[in-house]
């Protein structure tokens, strides 16, 4: 066998890949656990992950508040920590879409910045799109003993084409019934401050949203971004309802069996 070959076998695909792993504000402060998940499926892939202890934030709340000059300079900070990987992963599409699609166009009067934060767009990728699109990843063993609907991030659908591949990796997970709600694909009313700025277009757009998940029957809400996830877990409480909600790489990483987002954990 081949050095090449052998540094890539069907079982691990990532084998040889070094991955600087963007763990992602939201993440990082209120669900450290994607992050773990998504350490464990990369890791499983053959990838050898590092999470660089310089990161911060994408710059995308300050880049969609308009405030170009410090989101140029987290732009600097994302792109002098991750640029010496083969690929970032985020587990993120809003994130991933910030640094893939418009960290460059902050840099339009620096040509040389600008080809660096190029460079790192284009092997910046989605942690559901580099698992199944780039690594060729076709399943993982988990399971979770749940009947599931799926929320489509707008970022991610829109932005990366985020779609067919989590619910690909979905459909092998043992146990798990996957149930599609009507309208996955409209937004949840979160929109980062866009949910600030119009609580109230927000809140409709959130009580559409809870009615197409509670019309499925599921007991399970799963998606890709973790303020879609935060934005409809709390309505879901406030509304009393018993929905669970999880991030998809928590699921197919075989952590279905801790506290879902909103939960208090078990005190053993």
Known sequence: MSAAASARSPSQPGRGKTVGLFVTCLVDMFRPSVGFAAVKLLEDAGCRVVVPEAQTCCGQPAYNAGDRRDARAVARQVI??????????????????????????????????????????????????????????????????????????????????????????????????????????????????????????????????INDIAATGADTLLAGDLGCLMNMAGKLQREGSAVRVRHTAEVLAGMADIAAIGEVEAVT
């Open 80 to 209: 002098a920590a991750f640029e010496g990987f083969d690929h970032v992963v985020v587990p993120s599409g809003s994130c991933a879409g910030m640094i893939s699609h418009h960290l460059a166009a902050l840099f339009d009067d620096d040509p040389p910045m600008q080809a660096r934060a190029a460079a790192l767009a284009r092997k910046t990728h989605e942690l559901m799109s580099f698992l199944v699109d780039v690594l060729g990843v076709r399943h993982v063993p988990a399971r979770c003993d749940a009947v599931a609907t799926f929320h489509d991030s707008c970022s991610g659908l829109r932005e990366l084409g985020i779609k067919a591949q989590p619910r690909a990796l979905l459909a092998g997970v043992a146990g798990l019934k996957l149930v599609e709600m009507a309208n996955a694909e409209v937004c949840c009313g979160f929109g980062g401050t866009f949910c600030v700025k119009y609580p109230e277009i927000s809140n409709a757009m959130l009580v559409d949203k």
